[in-house]
């Protein structure tokens, strides 16, 4: 069983400006749960559970996983894929759906123009295919979490913010309109309701922020799965909690907008 290591990359000096500490106007500690690849079972379970808890869920999508001709990155991928009207449909039940990869490659292993290409393609297909999709309010959630300073500074020309991997998976929680670089942690390929269960109690007993848990599947499905039974019961326990939100990243975002 490993933990995911990701590719450290150096935090942009400019990305900082967009961050301020938490008042107490705001609540202390905000999760993000945020759901990557796609699986079509999965991703409407977990629309559900969420829903029952009276939240939003955060599902990042493969713009090309469900076209005739995508190569399975992995064996982690094999199962049923959903396509964009599922996406659509479970947008206009009030979830998040946002772009994971053009085709889940791993953009710092080629050639930075290609990789740029995919950023592009990726989007532009998201605008034709999602309604109401803006770019320009979008996170874009690199494939393996693998980015670099200058690939991110890419994306974030075209998009709001970028989910990658990290030092911490705590992150200053945003409060200020501009570009966002934000961290996320993962575990897998086994069960990872131990792990979630860790790094979220951890989280609550310190002094707080924005903990982005990078998820996939439920049950079977997918790299490092949670159990729905678990996901169910840790929502309707963090809804309990006064100072905790559970929101999408773009939903937090969204606020600091305003
Ligand atoms: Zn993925």
Request: charged share 25%.
């Amino acid at each position: 069983m490993h933990r995911r290591s990701f590719i450290k990359t150096g935090i942009l000096g400019s990305m900082a400006v967009g961050f301020i500490s938490c008042t107490s106007m705001e609540k202390s500690h905000i999760i993000t749960l945020s759901f990557d690849d796609g699986m079509k079972k999965s991703f409407y379970k977990t629309a559900d559970i969420f829903e029952e808890n009276d939240l939003h869920a955060c599902l990042n999508v493969i713009a090309s996983g469900h076209l005739a001709g995508f190569k399975l990155p992995n064996e982690y991928h094999t199962d049923p894929r959903g396509d964009f009207n599922d996406w659509n449909l479970l947008r206009k039940r009030g979830h998040e759906i946002m772009p994971h990869s053009w085709d889940h490659s791993d953009l710092t292993s080629m050639p930075p123009d290609q990789a740029k290409e995919d950023i592009t393609k990726c989007l532009e297909y998201f605008e034709e295919h999602l309604e109401g999709f803006k770019a320009s309010e979008a996170v874009y959630n690199f494939a393996y979490n693998a980015s670099n300073p200058d690939l991110e500074q890419f994306a974030l020309s075209k998009v709001r913010a970028v989910r990658t991997g990290g030092e911490s998976h705590v992150n200053p929680i945003p409060l200020k309109a501009g570009p966002v670089r934000f961290c996320c942690s993962s575990y897998g390929p086994d069960n990872a309701d131990k792990w979630v269960e860790q790094q979220i109690n951890g989280f609550l007993s310190s002094r707080g922020g924005w903990l982005v848990l990078n998820l996939h599947g439920l049950d079977e499905e997918g790299w490092g799965p949670v159990s729905s039974k678990f996901l169910n019961y840790l929502l309707k326990r963090l809804v309990k909690i006064e100072n905790v939100e559970v929101l999408a990243a773009g939903e937090l975002l969204k606020r600091s907008m305003v």
